[in-house]
């Protein structure tokens, strides 16, 4: 007989449980937060972000109060129920979460030092979902508990009814038998339904104060019949619904499920399980849609009601929303394959795609291209504008590329400015050509970026199966050979692998390390070649020219290595080291009486674009001494024409600075006549390929003759290069071309034997 004092122990010990359940969900939220503060912190772009250490420990801390809050609860429920199963829970979830926050905290202390990430978050990640599954489980196990109880709660009332009715009607009986009087008979009857109206009015209590426990749970309660109709719904189903109680009750919980695949398979399930006697599936997750049609998943716990004959009536579930949790679990599955900040395939992605069309390419077969992209110049592009720029850069430049691409085309990012496109179903090279040279056309256009108006171009290496790998890792390293091929060619194109093309890389490895170490051993040496009045014969200016002292290979000339060193960056130390050597030359022959002139230094496209290119000329000018006049930087052509807004009004700060700027290498590209006249340039070089076969060559003649009457119309000074006759001289004098360099006057030479020959022509 179920005991008086169990019955009001189990009204006691609801609002115990449902504060343990509370419990269990803030544990779940504090490290969730946790989980976050980590992940949200993690950028594959190889950016280092510090983690937020104490706000992490912060809730470590909060977890642990409330996980001793649980052990608590779980050794009286154990008191009360003789179940230890919660207890062991929460003891494996304490022990758990002290080596997490452990490990956790030593590992983020440590990145933090060291600026690099060093937490193996995969590992961490699966701990993090072991967790949340136990506290799933015990939340479960507490509403379980409480529903339970209620119930033997009711059932013990109505076993107290019947046993009241009972012993009346026996007392009845007897009574009749014994033939006492009518009024004895009537009092007996009056007290019989005095028995029945109490036990009319402990069940509205008991049913009122179950009803009153299962409104107030943290968790949807749920009893449907065997037909899926809801029977009861308490008060936190109504409101993570978005429903009154009214409108469910009588509805098929079916219809509540979003249609789809799953939502069918789901009803037979359930019917499979009330007319079938298949196992109940204790745990179950499910779509539903609420009231204003958006998607809730639920976690369903589950047990079947049967009436005494033991015949299936229904089914009670017990349900918590986890959609937040489950948008939280796929931002980080989608995170684990994606990249951050583009939002497409990783490497690890990337991977698993090229594999699944390799195997597709070898059963038809077709060609496959693996096409590995490099963005030109992207670092100076971070340098010079920052990395907020560079990042809106790379979400642009992906658009850009996925709308030229087929659906059916994977394009990843592997990192930084680099790409991955991977073509499949291919008829042949030609097919893969078209498709890139769209993509190149597309980059032909300025991207704009905040308030700035960027020309980027892209070099790409392109390998095919099965001509040139057979798997993944063969086809993206050939890819990416042909890539740095493809820059070497001049950028901004594209190269298909050849197997010759490994060994020029590895020569290219080798001469961008070798310039790391001519850079820190100070192995780069300026050389100065004259320029001349052509009327006069006496020198008025020196151009700066570096010369490369290996180790191994002696004197070495720009044009053998310059292009690597724009691959590796390596250009802009380089440039800072000559301009700085050349203005402390330029000052000593000043000082000395020997020279009276000016010193031409040679500008990168890579050097122009940093804006701290004009602050670092101001400092040097400082450092050395110089006036402004005595430094002339000459632009190749081509590094004019590719100026944006900020690089040219970095040129005129140049020119009101006082420092003389020239275009050399003019006639070779396609200068537009309207940067001539509104860019403040003092002097057009005419490049020497024009001056070698002025004499014999009317073509050559007439450009030469073109650009000195267009420069002397425009009040700017023309130069020659090249001039090696005395007839060449003769005649750019004749055609008033005012200045002239070559080997005529002058080779090249180091500072001590320069100062030798202008002692000589003094």
């Known amino acids: 007989m179920l005991s008086l004092a169990f019955i009001f122990t189990v009204s006691g010990a609801s609002k115990n449980q449902d504060d343990a359940i509370q419990v269990a969900k803030n544990i779940q939220s504090e490290l969730t937060h946790v989980r976050l503060g980590i992940t949200q912190n993690i950028h594959p772009d190889s950016r280092f972000q510090p983690f937020p250490v104490d706000e992490i420990r912060h809730y470590f801390q909060q977890a642990e109060q409330d996980l001793a809050a649980l052990n608590n609860f779980a050794y009286s429920y154990y008191l009360f129920t003789q179940q230890p ?94 033939r006492k009087q009518q009024q004895a008979y009537t009092t007996l009857l009056e007290d019989v339904n005095q028995l029945v109206r109490q036990k009319n009015q402990l069940l509205l209590v008991a049913n009122e104060r179950s009803q009153n426990y299962l409104d107030v749970a943290a968790v949807i309660i749920l009893v449907l019949d065997v037909d899926g109709n809801i029977n009861m719904i308490n008060h936190k189903g109504c409101q993570v619904l978005g ?54 998943m639920i976690s369903w716990k589950n047990v079947l009601l049967k009436d005494e004959q033991g015949q299936v009536t229904g089914m009670i579930s017990s349900g918590e929303d986890v959609t937040e949790i489950k948008k939280t679990e796929d931002q980080l599955a989608f995170l684990a394959h994606h990249d951050n900040l583009t939002g497409l395939p990783n490497r690890s992605l990337l991977n698993a795609r090229l594999q699944h069309a390799l195997q597709i390419a070898h059963r038809q077969p077709t060609l496959l291209a693996v096409c590995f992209f490099d963005i030109d110049n992207f670092k100076n592009i971070n340098d010079s504008y920052g990395h907020d720029v560079g990042d809106e850069l790379l979400i642009t430049v992906s658009k850009r590329i996925q709308e030229i691409i087929r659906k059916n085309d994977t394009l990843a990012r592997l990192g930084g400015d680099e790409f991955v496109l991977v073509l499949e179903n291919l008829r042949d090279k030609t097919e893969v050509a078209v498709i890139i040279e769209k993509i190149l056309v597309s980059f032909s256009q300025p991207m704009t970026i905040e308030d700035h108006t960027l020309s980027v171009t892209t070099s790409i290496g392109i390998s095919l199966y099965p001509q040139d790998g057979l798997d993944v890792n063969s086809l993206i390293k050939f890819a990416d050979t042909a890539m740095y091929q493809a820059k070497g060619d001049g950028k901004n194109t594209y190269a298909f692998y050849a197997e010759h093309m490994t060994e020029e890389l590895m020569q290219r490895v080798y001469i961008q390390n070798d310039l790391k170490e001519a850079l820190a051993e100070n192995q780069f040496e300026v050389f100065y070649q004259p320029q001349v009045d052509l009327v006069t014969n006496k020198p008025i200016g020196l151009e700066a020219l570096v010369r490369w002292n290996h180790p191994e290979k002696g004197l070495v000339m720009p044009s053998e290595f310059i292009q690597f060193a724009e691959e590796s960056n390596s250009i802009q130390e380089i440039g800072y080291q000559v301009l700085r050597q050349a203005c402390l030359d330029i000052k000593e022959l000043h000082d000395e009486k020997l020279f009276s002139g000016y010193v031409a230094v040679n500008v990168s496209a890579i050097q122009l674009k940093d804006h701290n290119f004009i602050s670092t000329l101001v400092d040097l000018i400082e450092e050395t001494g110089i006036q402004p006049q005595w430094l002339e930087l000459e632009l190749t052509e081509s590094v004019v024409m590719n100026e944006t807004k900020e690089g040219i009004a970095m040129l005129s700060s140049l020119s009101k600075l006082g420092v003389k700027i020239a275009i050399d290498d003019f006639g070779t590209g396609y200068s537009s006549l309207s940067y001539l006249s509104e860019l403040p340039f003092d002097k057009l070089k005419i490049d020497m390929s024009f001056i070698r076969n002025v004499l014999s060559d009317e073509k050559a003649r007439t450009v030469a003759e073109a650009i000195i009457q267009l420069s002397n119309s425009m009040n700017m000074t023309t130069l020659a290069e090249g001039i090696e006759q005395k007839a060449q001289k003769e005649y750019l004098k004749i055609c008033k071309c005012e200045q002239g360099q070559g080997f005529l006057f002058s080779k090249p030479k180091p500072l001590r034997k320069l100062k030798r020959w202008l002692k000589k022509v003094a």
């Not at 022990?95 to 060093?118: K, P």
């Open 243 to 296: 429903y009154d109680e009214a409108d469910l009750i009588g509805k098929n919980w079916f219809d509540l499920c979003v249609p789809n695949e799953s939502s069918g398979a789901l009803k037979e399930l359930y019917d499979g399980i009330i007319y079938h006697h298949q196992p109940v599936l204790e745990h179950l997750e499910s779509e539903v849609l609420d009231r204003m049609g958006s998607t809730r």
């Open 85 to 178: 199963k919660l207890q062991q829970d929460v003891a494996w979830l304490q022990e758990q979460v002290l080596h997490l926050r452990t490990d956790i905290e030593q590992d983020l202390i440590s990145s933090n030092a060291a600026s690099v990430q060093t937490l193996p978050i995969d590992e961490v990640d699966k701990t993090f979902v072991e967790i949340h599954h136990r506290l799933t489980q015990i939340e479960n196990s507490l509403v379980s508990g409480l529903a339970s109880a209620n119930q033997t709660f009711i059932y013990g009332l109505f076993l107290l009814s019947v046993l009241v009715i009972t012993l009346g009607s026996i007392y009845t009986v007897w009574f009749i038998r014994s």
